[in-house]
């Protein structure tokens, strides 16, 4: 995939590409800390974007999603709940040694409470089973 931008300043028009949407989103952000103008983005099959300024550029929404289970943060908070847990699953109580996966699980969403994402009382552990149970009987609704 190629995602074309055009930037212009001052009646001067720059063309860049990028490869990932994330990547022409960084790029973008550089671009608007040192210049003022106008960022139309292309992505193939899409109505062209247009960016002002860094203010409306969803880059943090693509930051957060990518990065936050890579954050040293959410690393060892996570390794502090599974450890507190008995590394078992809340719901049905299986554990590793049954073949199972334990997932870390926010109990109110990140999409929809960001500043809970590291809160430690909003964290519950689920197996893989119930963790896809729980999503789906949200879905349900
Ligand atoms: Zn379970």
Same mark, same amino acid.
Not at 72 to 95: I, K, M, P, T, Y
Not at 104 to 128: G, M, T, W, Y
């Given at each position: 995939?190629?995602?074309? @931008?055009? *930037?212009?300043?001052?009646?001067?028009?720059?063309?860049?590409?990028?490869?990932?949407?994330?990547?022409?989103?960084?790029?973008?952000?550089? &671009?608007?800390?040192?210049?003022?103008? $106008?960022? *139309?983005?292309?992505?193939?099959? !899409? !109505?062209?974007? /247009?960016? !002002?300024? /860094?203010?409306? %550029?969803?880059?943090?929404?693509?930051?957060?999603?990518?990065?936050?289970?890579?954050? !040293?943060? &959410?690393?060892? $908070?996570?390794?502090?709940?599974?450890?507190?847990?008995?590394?078992?699953?809340?719901?049905?109580?299986?554990?590793?040694?049954?073949?199972?996966?334990?997932? @870390?699980?926010?109990?109110?969403?990140?999409?929809?409470?960001?500043?809970?994402? $590291?809160?430690?009382?909003? $964290?519950? @552990? %689920?197996?893989?089973?119930?963790? %896809?149970?729980?999503?789906?009987?949200? %879905?349900?609704?």
């Amino acid at each position: 995939m190629t995602i074309r @931008v055009t *930037l212009q300043m001052n009646g001067k028009c720059t063309r860049r590409e990028y490869k990932t949407h994330a990547r022409a989103m960084n790029g973008l952000k550089r &671009w608007f800390s040192g210049n003022k103008g $106008l960022a *139309l983005v292309y992505q193939p099959g !899409q !109505q062209p974007v /247009v960016y !002002q300024s /860094v203010h409306d %550029l969803p880059i943090h929404q693509v930051a957060n999603e990518t990065d936050f289970y890579r954050t !040293q943060e &959410w690393r060892s $908070l996570r390794v502090d709940v599974l450890a507190e847990s008995g590394r078992r699953c809340l719901l049905c109580g299986n554990s590793p040694d049954n073949g199972i996966t334990l997932h @870390v699980d926010h109990i109110k969403p990140r999409s929809l409470f960001p500043e809970l994402a $590291l809160e430690k009382s909003n $964290l519950q @552990v %689920l197996c893989e089973d119930c963790n %896809l149970g729980k999503m789906t009987s949200e %879905l349900s609704f």
